[in-house]
């Protein structure tokens, strides 16, 4: 064990010697007793000392047993590393209890044979949206694709920026909302701002505000960006500042009326930019996703 590495977590020593393994991929190998600290198996807790011997032992791939489903994809951009793909609105990323089917990994898995495992059951997916968000993700063809993408947002080097329609006009009309997140106590599927919480930043620029009309109070077009990734973190930070994202059901449900009267059948938040250096060249690759035609027509109804 290099001199450097003494006092450090085996669970963090794991991807530091082998850049191709995932934190969490060497979580799973910790946990499956794979991994031998002196000759006895390492819990992700031990810390490692100068000299130590540490036997990895990585086992195959195991094929997925996910169905592979014909569904159309908007793919972007792909390469021997990475795919970039243009979700729509209404399809999930990953199966998970009420979804067993029609995600975008059962989509991929008919695309392509080739995804990172990493040792889940979420082959090739690095971040996720929500099922109501639109827009863009990448998604790894490799292990070693899958830890350098994983190492840029750790590292904050992965640009996400999105488009979101909020009630009101937020004051000042530039920001940074720093609110700790995490699982609301009274409802498991909400998250909440908590003092506990795991740190979480979202910034926000003005990119259009608009008066009321009719039924529709005052909004305005945001452009966010993602300092961290939490669960529904946008939706939760916005709410929190009283200004919800239209045609949110769980955040912003008094935003209801005005969905109706914009024809939004859900969420306004799209996926819009994002920026990432190309695992092996570090080349540095950004993508644009225009609104899709439901929140386009949203906003030509706000002009008119």
Excluded: W
């Excluded at 060497?26 to 006895?40: D, W």
């Excluded at 909004?219 to 946008?234: A, C, D, M, V």
């Amino acid at each position: 064990m290099p001199p450097e590495q003494a006092g450090t977590r085996i669970d963090r020593v794991l991807p530091a010697l082998l850049p191709a393994l995932s934190r969490s991929h060497g979580a799973h190998l910790l946990t499956a007793g794979a991994v031998l600290l002196n000759g006895r198996v390492a819990r992700a807790s031990d810390k490692v000392r100068a000299g130590d011997r540490v036997l990895l032992t990585v086992p195959d791939p195991t094929p997925t047993a996910l169905p592979a489903e014909a569904i159309d994809l908007t793919i972007v951009y792909e390469d021997d590393a990475v795919l970039v793909v243009d979700k729509p609105a209404g399809m999930v990323v990953h199966p998970a209890p009420g979804h067993s089917g029609g995600t975008l990994v059962n989509a991929l898995l008919a695309y392509t044979d080739r995804l990172s495992l990493q040792g889940e059951i979420r082959p090739g997916i690095v971040h996720r949206l929500d099922k109501d968000t639109s827009g863009l993700l990448v998604v790894a063809r490799s292990d070693a694709a899958h830890a350098a993408l994983v190492r840029q947002q750790q590292a904050r080097t992965m640009d996400k920026e999105y488009l979101g329609l909020a009630l009101g006009h937020p004051q000042p009309p530039t920001g940074l909302i720093d609110m700790p997140l995490g699982r609301d106590t009274h409802e498991r599927k909400r998250q909440a701002v908590r003092a506990d919480g795991r740190p979480s930043r979202t910034g926000y620029s003005t990119e259009q505000a608009y008066p009321a009309r009719g039924p529709v109070e005052s909004t305005t077009l945001l452009r966010l960006r993602l300092e961290t990734g939490r669960t529904h973190q946008i939706r939760v930070h916005l709410a929190y500042i009283g200004h919800p994202i239209i045609g949110d059901a769980i955040y912003g449900s008094r935003t209801g009326r005005a969905a109706r009267a914009l024809g939004l059948t859900r969420q306004f938040l799209h996926a819009t930019r994002l920026a990432f250096d190309l695992p092996g060249s570090g080349q540095r690759m950004v993508f644009d996703s225009p609104l899709p035609p439901d929140l386009a027509a949203a906003l030509a109804r706000l002009a008119v």
